[in-house]
C-alpha cells in the first residue's frame, strides 16, 4: 500500500543519469525524485551542470545513460503523444527567458493558451491579464516585443508565460536572477500563494539564497558531476562538503538562515 | 468538476460545486460548463456554495465570474483561499487598445516604400564611404588589416562554392549545347557550336550562373550572420569594445567576396564548357581536340577580362548589399527572416542590373 501511494506521488524519477557533451561529461550517475506538491531546489556552482539537468528532465535532451520518468512515464520511448501530453501538464521558465521575438508580450502568454482551442478570446484576454498583474507587470506593456522590454521584465513575463496553463509542474531556472530584490521578494510570496491554491510541484534551480530558504521543501546539491546531497535544508547545511560549507557558509549565508526561524 | 442542485431546509436552492476547477482538469467542457453555469446565474435567489471544491485556479474562477457576469452572486460562499482570488478578478486590466487601423495605410505603404528604398540607397552609399575611409587608414595602418577574416570569407564563399557551382554549370552546359547543336545540325552548321558555347558561356552565362549562386548562398548567410549578431547584442558588444563594425566584419567580407567571385565565375564558366563540350561531342560528334583548338581562335581574351571584371563588382556588390541589410535587422526573428529575404532579392537584381550595365559599356568589345 506504502509502496502504491509513494508511486502514485512520484512525479519525476531520475535514475543513473549521465550527461555528456562530447568527451566533456556534465553529469555522473545522478539519482533524483521529485514528490508531489513539493519545492525541489537544484543548487551548484555556475556551469555545474543544473541547466542541463533540468533540460534532461524535460526531455530536451537525451541522456548519455540512464533513464528519467516523469508523471510516470519514461520520456524517451519515442512516444510523441505521452511527451505531448506531459509537456502540456508542465510549465517552463528558460534561464534565458526565451520569449518569442516576433510575439507581442500579450501574445506570447496567450500562445499556449490558444493552443488549447478551448478557450475563447475573451477568456484569453482575462487569463493575460491576470497573468500579468500576477507577475506585476502593467497593462500598458501588453503591447510591447520583447525586444523593447528590460531584462526583468523578460524574466517576469517569461514566469507567466511559464504559468499560462497552471501547471502541474514547473520547472523555473534561475526564476530570480536579474530581478531587484523587492520583486525577488513578491515572486516568492506568489510562488507561495500559488501553493496554498494549487497543487503545485516546483524544480527549480536558484542562485539566490534567500529565495530559496523561502521556498525549498528539499535541496539537491550538484557538485563535481555528482549529487552530493539531497535532503531538506536543515541537513544540507549539516553537510560538510566544501562546496556546500562555501555556499551556505559565510556572512551571506548567515544573514539568509537567520530568517528562517521554524523552518529550519 | 461537479454541479449539485440540493435544496436546503429553509427552502432556498443551493448550488453545491466540488471537485476539481482547474484548467486542465475543465479543458474538455469548459464551453458546456460555461453554459450551464450561465443559466444557473440567471436565478439571483440561487446560493452558490463554492466551499466543496478541491482545487480553484484562475481560469476557474475566472468561468464562474462570467457566468455571474463580473459581479459576486448575493449568496455566496468561499474558502478563504478562493476570496481572495476573486477579489484579483474583481479589477482585471484591459489590454491596451492596439494601433487603430489606418484607413489611409496602403496608399501610405506605397509612399513609404518610395522613401524605404531611398533610405536604402543612402544607407548603402554611406556605408561604401565608411568602408573607403576604412581602407584609407588600413593603407596608413597595414598591420591592422584583418587578414584572417578575409581567408576566412575567401574560404566559404568561395572554395566551399565550388561543388554547387560546378555542378549547375555543368548541367547548363549539357542543356545549352544539346539545344544549339540540335538547330545547328539542320543547318549543317555544326561547327558554330563553339562559337555559340564559347561567347554566351564565358561572356555572359559563367559570370550570371555564378553570380546568382554566390548571392543566394554567401549573401544570405552574411545577412545572418549580422542579424544573429544584432538579436544577440554582439555588435554592440563590439561597438563598446571600440572595434568600428565596418572594418572587422564588413570590410573584410567585401574584400574577400571581391576576390573570391572572379575565381568562382572562372570555375563556373570552365565547367559549364567542359559540359558543353561533352554534349557536342555525344550530339556532333566533334572531338574534344577539335573544340580546343577552335575555342582560342572563335573566342577573343577580352571576354575572359570582362567575365573577370565583372565577377569583381558583383561580387563585392552582392557582399555591401548582403552587409547593409544585415545591419538594418532589428532585435526579432521575424526581420531577421524578412530581411534576409529582402537583401538576397536585392543582391540578385542589382548583380543582373550589373550585368546589363557592363553589355552596354562594353557592346564593342570583344566581338568578332
Ligand atoms: N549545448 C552544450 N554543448 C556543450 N557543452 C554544454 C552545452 N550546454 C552546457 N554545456 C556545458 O555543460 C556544463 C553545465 O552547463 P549548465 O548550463 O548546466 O550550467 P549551470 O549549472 O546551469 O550554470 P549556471 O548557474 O551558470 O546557469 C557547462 O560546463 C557547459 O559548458
Ligand atoms: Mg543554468
Not at chain 2, 44 to 57: A, F, M, R, S, V
Request: include cysteine; glycine fraction near 8%.
Amino acid at each position: 500500500m506504502d509502496i502504491i501511494m509513494a508511486a502514485k506521488n512520484l512525479i519525476i524519477e531520475v535514475k543513473g543519469l549521465h550527461a555528456r557533451f562530447g568527451a566533456h561529461v556534465v553529469l555522473e550517475n545522478i539519482n533524483l525524485n521529485v514528490h508531489h506538491g513539493e519545492v525541489l531546489t537544484i543548487v551548484g556552482s555556475s556551469g555545474s551542470g543544473k541547466t542541463v539537468l533540468l533540460r534532461q528532465m524535460l526531455g530536451l535532451d537525451t541522456p548519455f545513460r540512464g533513464t528519467v520518468q516523469v508523471f510516470g512515464q519514461p520520456i524517451y520511448n519515442g512516444n510523441r503523444d505521452v511527451l505531448q501530453s506531459m509537456r502540456n501538464r508542465c510549465g517552463v521558465l528558460f534561464q534565458k527567458g526565451a520569449l518569442f521575438s516576433a510575439l507581442s508580450v500579450y501574445d506570447n502568454i496567450a500562445l499556449p493558451m490558444r493552443e488549447l482551442h478551448t478557450l475563447d478570446e475573451g477568456m484569453i484576454h482575462n487569463l493575460v491579464m491576470l497573468k500579468l498583474k500576477m507577475v506585476e507587470i502593467e497593462a500598458q506593456h501588453a503591447n510591447k516585443m520583447p525586444a523593447e522590454l528590460s531584462g526583468g521584465m523578460i524574466k517576469r513575463i517569461a514566469l507567466a508565460r511559464a504559468m499560462a496553463l497552471n501547471p502541474e509542474l514547473l520547472f523555473l531556472d534561475e526564476p530570480t536572477s536579474g530581478l531587484d530584490p523587492v520583486l525577488s521578494d513578491s515572486f516568492v510570496k506568489l510562488i507561495l500563494t500559488l501553493r496554498a491554491e494549487l497543487a503545485l510541484t516546483i524544480v527549480m534551480t536558484t542562485h539566490d539564497l534567500d529565495t530559496l530558504v523561502a521556498l525549498s521543501d528539499r535541496v539537491a546539491v550538484i557538485a563535481d558531476q555528482h549529487i552530493v546531497a539531497l535532503d531538506n535544508l536543515r541537513n544540507v547545511i549539516g553537510n560538510s562538503h566544501p562546496f556546500i560549507t562555501n555556499f551556505f557558509g559565510g556572512d551571506r549565508g548567515k544573514r539568509a538562515l537567520t530568517g528562517m526561524g521554524d523552518n529550519f | 468538476m461537479q454541479i449539485r442542485q440540493v435544496a436546503s431546509e429553509n427552502g432556498v436552492p443551493r448550488l453545491v460545486l466540488s471537485g476539481r476547477c482547474t484548467l486542465s482538469a475543465l479543458e474538455q467542457q469548459l464551453q458546456s460548463l460555461s453554459a450551464e453555469l450561465t443559466t444557473f446565474a440567471a436565478d439571483p435567489n440561487l446560493y452558490w456554495d463554492l466551499t466543496g471544491i478541491e482545487q480553484l485556479d484562475d481560469a476557474g474562477a475566472l468561468l464562474l465570474w462570467q457566468a455571474w457576469g463580473a459581479c459576486r452572486p448575493e449568496h455566496l460562499s468561499l474558502q478563504p483561499e478562493q476570496e481572495r482570488l476573486f477579489d484579483r478578478l474583481g479589477n482585471i486590466p484591459a489590454a491596451p487598445e492596439p494601433v487603430p487601423r489606418d484607413l489611409l495605410g496602403p496608399i501610405r505603404a506605397i509612399g513609404n516604400t518610395g522613401f524605404l528604398v531611398w533610405d536604402h540607397i543612402i544607407g548603402i552609399i554611406v556605408l561604401a564611404g565608411q568602408l573607403l575611409l576604412d581602407v584609407k587608414f588600413l593603407v596608413t595602418h597595414p598591420t591592422r588589416i584583418p587578414w584572417r577574416e578575409i581567408s576566412v570569407t575567401l574560404f566559404r564563399t568561395g572554395a566551399q562554392a565550388l561543388g554547387i557551382t560546378a555542378l549547375v554549370g555543368f548541367l547548363i552546359g549539357v542543356v545549352l549545347s544539346y539545344l544549339s547543336s540540335r538547330q545547328l545540325q539542320t543547318y549543317g552548321a555544326d561547327i558554330f557550336i563553339i562559337n555559340i558555347l564559347g561567347v554566351s558561356i564565358i561572356r555572359e552565362l559563367g559570370p550570371m550562373l555564378a553570380a546568382i549562386l554566390v548571392a543566394g548562398r554567401s549573401g544570405s548567410s552574411m545577412t545572418a550572420q549580422l542579424g544573429v549578431m544584432r538579436v544577440t547584442e554582439e555588435l554592440d558588444a563590439l561597438a563598446v569594445m571600440g572595434i568600428p563594425h565596418s572594418m572587422r566584419l564588413i570590410l573584410p567580407k567585401i574584400i574577400g567576396l571581391g576576390i573570391a567571385m572572379p575565381l568562382v565565375v572562372l570555375w563556373t564558366s570552365a565547367i559549364a564548357l567542359v559540359g558543353g563540350m561533352v554534349a557536342a561531342e555525344i550530339q556532333l560528334g566533334l572531338s574534344y581536340q577539335f573544340f580546343f583548338s577552335r575555342l582560342s581562335d572563335v573566342v577573343p581574351i577580352a571576354n575572359l577580362w570582362l567575365a573577370l571584371g565583372k565577377g569583381v563588382v558583383s561580387g563585392m556588390t552582392i557582399a555591401l548589399i548582403s552587409c547593409h541589410f544585415g545591419l538594418r535587422i532589428k532585435s526579432n526573428t521575424e526581420s531577421l527572416g524578412e530581411g534576409t529575404t529582402t537583401s538576397v532579392v536585392t543582391a540578385i537584381t542589382a548583380v543582373i542590373i550589373i550585368d546589363a550595365i557592363f553589355a552596354i559599356i562594353f557592346s564593342n568589345v570583344g566581338i568578332l
